[in-house]
Nanobody
Framework: EVQLVESGGGLVQAGGSLKLSCVASGFRFGEDAIGWFRQAPGKEREGVACIGDRIDGGNSYYTDSVKGRFTISSDNAKNTVYLQMNNLKPEDTAIYYC??????????????????????WGRGTQVTVSS
């Protein structure tokens, strides 16, 4: 059973930084895809960043709005994936969810940041950026 637990959210001022962590137990690091999504009030869930599966070669993907500011990384030995967020903006305010694939769905889609490719979800951590 895959279990995902996020941490590291909080309240920061615009221009500040946060680093989110996701401990993924039961997850096949190096085999399956894992990433971060977010949802702001009144908006649809949005893919933020992910690491592709082994077939993909473990490439990293980012939504355009965070490129150059956010970095996804993993420490497979520690069963943990991170999201370093720099130069935060008020528009980044959202609940951030860790999500993981275990069914091989990531390899079947053309767009890497599709929520429906990820069958396992954490409960989320709140990130609030004040202006």
């Amino acid at each position: 059973e895959v279990q995902l637990v996020e941490s590291g959210g909080g309240l920061v001022q615009a221009g500040g930084s946060l680093k989110l962590s996701c401990v993924a137990s039961g997850f096949r690091f190096g085999e399956d895809a894992i990433g971060w999504f977010r949802q702001a009030p009144g908006k649809e869930r949005e893919g933020v960043a992910c690491i592709g599966d082994r077939i993909d070669g473990g490439n990293s993907y980012y939504t355009d709005s965070v490129k150059g500011r956010f970095t996804i990384s993993s420490d497979n030995a520690k069963n943990t994936v991170y999201l370093q967020m720099n130069n935060l903006k008020p528009e980044d305010t959202a609940i951030y969810y860790c999500a993981a694939d275990s069914h091989g769905l990531f390899a079947l889609v053309a767009e890497p940041l599709q929520a429906r490719s990820f069958g396992h979800w954490g409960r989320g951590t709140q990130v609030t950026v004040s202006s």
